[in-house]
């Protein structure tokens, strides 16, 4: 009999799996993990489908190396498998590379900590005392509590309980341990829908029952209630036993969400993000891959879990660029969420009030199914917008907030409402010069401004991260105290806020602040509260948040992200303008929204000020198709580094000349990222562009098998459907 061999996918970067021989007596499965020996080393690998090692080299099987061990971790589902095969093949990053984003958490979790609880025997304590009083008649109800749990209800220190023990009042004994997250009820607390909600509800319901691929884009303005009528969604999938995903953008944020969905569901979903601890993430992984785990609620990297019966992805504010990875292998979740969707045969749910016009061109097609909800839930209306032409009634010099909104705040306060004013930049100033000489200060590695944070008393690089303290003299011409800071930030802006609403309480929020995910949640929650009179943010203030007192906007900037030569730049314009503008006016008070241009005859400020959103999808992709842009074309993007300028240039004109010609295939480009260095290497930059269907992926590989040989230090990334142009 010749010796059987596996096919094992090691997660490092390689695209294809190695053979190794199976030792008699084991059985494995595609999707197992094994320990396979690698050179000298011992990796940790994944049994692959024979399928993929097609192109792989044939090795006589003597010179195999045997599997060392099958490992006792969760296996890969086969829709997990087929979904790192897609995305390998269609973002032509090393399947071993995206394979190991599917493993980074999935370590075991060792051993449960035994949790010991305790309850009453009924024999009397030897002494009483306040203390044991106290904890006797939190326990009297009979029921077993933790140790600590125990002391903390009852307000004593957990000695008091281990006395109690010892004294044989309480008896110890094991909890079982703890699940990742508890059963959620899907009837705990069913709302009363309103009609466009009960009907989007039943559709998706339907699509859930159905058991089958289909993509619903839940189509709501701000405050319609999107969240609470897609939650009837993922009841379904619960009462049929089955689970669902909800992919969030920022989740890290989003403390709302969760009480929200415990209000629904009597308990919280299992959470999982960067901010979840390594040992929690594992236990988590175990019980999606059981069964037992119903809900996740999750940031991008959710989509890898092993979920054993999905039932049903929602992905929430689809539009959100947080949700494209740009480093490593560069995806966008939405997308490979409908992948993965897909291959689950599961109905997926997008949702958004502004759509990415991606998703608005795949509904207006009917590829997509839309489900609207016109309205704001309850009666609130979506506040107007109104201009503020800064050409001509703009602040003083030095100042950004203009009289009129000035005047506004005033009011808003006076109301004793809130206001909310956006500046969709961090720090203090995005730029600081000497006034003698004219020095600017860069960062030394990347072509970008130092901008200056205040709060930290840094002047801090937003694309590499190097930090440096202000100097007290210009680096260049040693002039003492000549740094001044030129345009605002939000720390800026609150400085104004302060100065001219000396007794409003003002707050920043900035994903940039010391104190991480804790402080932003509290913060969030101080603001939901009403204990903030006015709110400075950076675009982490438009993310789906419902801050009940808000009644004022106040765009501070918006042309801020116009006019940098991004095709996607009026789509997120009036994507972030609206969703700002939608946080206002979602309780009693009427919203009312102001916008400070310099273009007020922009189509994205019309579109905005009108209130029309159809027509502003109307004309941006009218203007994509005309231009073959997606999701009328196909892109890519190669962005081509290295340590020297005339490599890296050298290389990206090699490579532009190395691309096999194919009708209707445009090569643009080599020329100089916009972002020509970034943490010390040189960056060129080349995209591509083919018609909607042509398979660019294979284009692309067809052309990296002619490209001249990577050597030295440079790098090729290649970004598939790219969403930013830096
Ligand atoms: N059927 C309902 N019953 C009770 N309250 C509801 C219902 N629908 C929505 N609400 C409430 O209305 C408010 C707005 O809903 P929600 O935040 O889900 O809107 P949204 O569509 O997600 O908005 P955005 O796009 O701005 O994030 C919330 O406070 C929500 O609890
Ligand atoms: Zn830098």
């Known amino acids: ?184 009820d899907p009837d705990h607390a069913v709302p009363e829908l309103s009609q466009p909600q009960a009907e989007a509800a039943a559709a998706m319901v339907a699509a859930v029952k159905a058991k089958a691929f289909a993509v619903h884009l839940l189509d709501g303005v701000t405050g319609s209630g999107k969240t609470e009528t897609y939650f009837e969604a993922v009841a379904e999938a619960i009462r049929a036993g089955r689970q669902a995903l909800i992919l969030l953008p920022e989740i890290a944020l989003t403390q709302a969400f969760l009480d929200r969905f415990t209000e629904r569901f009597g308990v919280k979903p299992a959470e999982w993000h960067s901010g979840v601890s390594t040992r929690r993430r594992a236990k988590v992984l175990n019980e999606v891959a059981s069964g037992a785990v119903k809900v996740v609620a999750g940031a991008r990297s959710a989509l890898f879990l092993p979920f054993r019966d999905l039932g049903l992805i929602i992905v929430d504010e689809e539009h959100d ?9 560069c995806y966008h979740a939405r997308d490979m969420a409908v992948v993965r969707a897909r291959l689950a045969s599961a109905p997926i749910v997008l949702a958004s009030a502004t759509p990415s016009i991606e998703t608005e061109v795949n509904a207006r097609r009917g590829r997509y199914r839309r489900l609207a909800l016109p309205v704001r839930f309850g009666g609130a209306k979506v506040p107007g917008l109104s201009p503020i032409d800064l050409r001509k009634e703009g602040p003083p010099r030095g100042r950004w907030i203009a009289p009129r909104l000035e005047a506004e705040i005033n009011t808003t306060l006076e109301a004793g409402e809130q206001a909310l004013l956006f500046l969709n930049r961090r720090g203090y100033a995005p730029l600081t010069l000497c006034r003698s000489c004219g020095h600017r200060m860069r960062c030394p590695s990347c072509t970008a401004w130092l901008v200056e944070h205040r709060f930290r008393r840094r002047l801090t690089c937003h694309h590499c991260g190097y930090q440096a303290p202000v100097p007290e003299k210009c680096p260049a011409c040693d002039a003492p105290d000549s740094l001044v800071p030129v345009g605002p930030g939000v720390e800026r ?27 932003m949640r509290a913060e969030l929650d101080a603001v939901a509260k009403g204990d903030v009179d006015v709110v400075v943010g950076t675009q982490l203030v438009a993310k ?133 260095i970034l943490r010390g290497r040189h960056r060129w930059r080349l995209l591509v562009r083919s018609p909607r269907n042509f398979d660019l992926p294979a284009y692309l590989r067809e052309w990296r098998a002619v490209a001249p040989k990577v050597t030295g230090n440079i790098k090729v990334a290649i970004d598939v459907d790219p969403q930013s142009f830096l």
């Not at 190794?20 to 059985?27: A, D, I, S, V, W």
């Not at 490992?71 to 995305?87: G, N, S």
Request: glycine share 10%; hydrophobic share 45%; no cysteine.
């Open 321 to 329: 660029p947080a949700y494209k990875q740009e480093d490593g292998v």
């Open 544 to 676: 789906g948040h419902n801050f009940p007192g808000l009644a004022l906007v106040g765009v501070v900037d918006a042309d801020v992200g116009l006019g940098h030569g991004d095709p996607r730049a009026a789509e997120r314009t009036f994507q972030l303008v609206h969703q700002v503008a939608g946080r206002a006016g979602r309780g009693k008070a009427e919203g009312r929204g102001f916008i400070q241009t310099h273009m007020p005859e922009h189509p994205v400020m019309r579109a905005l000020v009108t209130g029309d959103r159809d027509a502003f999808y109307d004309v941006e992709i009218a203007s994509r198709e005309e231009a073959h842009l997606p999701p009328f074309g196909r892109m890519a993007a190669l962005i081509v580094s290295a340590s020297e300028a005339h490599v890296a240039e050298g290389h990206a004109r090699r490579l532009a000349t190395s691309a096999p010609i194919v009708p209707d295939v445009r090569i643009l480009g080599p020329a100089e990222a916009p972002l020509a």
């Open 1 to 184: 009999m010749s010796p059987r061999t596996v096919d094992v996918l090691l997660p490092l970067g390689l695209d294809a799996a190695y053979s190794y021989l199976l030792p008699e007596g084991m059985e494995v499965s595609p999707g197992d993990l094994v320990h396979v020996p690698l050179g000298t080393k011992s990796v940790i690998g994944v049994v692959w489908p024979r399928a993929q090692v097609a192109g792989g080299k044939a090795v006589e099987a003597g010179k195999l190396k045997a599997v060392k061990a099958k490992l006792d971790y969760v296996p890969l589902p086969p829709d997990l498998i087929r979904l790192i095969d897609w995305m390998a093949d269609y973002t032509l990053a090393p399947r071993g590379m995206v394979l190991r984003m599917a493993l980074r958490h999935g370590e075991s979790p060792g051993a449960a900590r035994e949790r010991v609880g305790v309850r009453l025997t009924g024999t009397a304590p030897a002494r009483m005392t306040a203390a044991r009083a106290r904890l006797l008649d939190t326990l009297a109800d009979g029921f077993v509590r933790g140790k600590t749990e125990a002391a903390r209800e009852a307000g004593v220190s957990p000695s008091v309980v281990d006395g109690l023990v010892d004294d044989g009042t309480l008896e110890a004994v094991v909890l079982p341990p703890e699940p990742a997250a508890y059963p959620p």
């Open 493 to 519: 802006l609150q400085e104004e806020v302060q100065t001219l609403f000396p007794n409003a309480r003002a707050l920043v929020l900035s994903s940039d602040l010391l104190g991480g995910v804790e402080r």
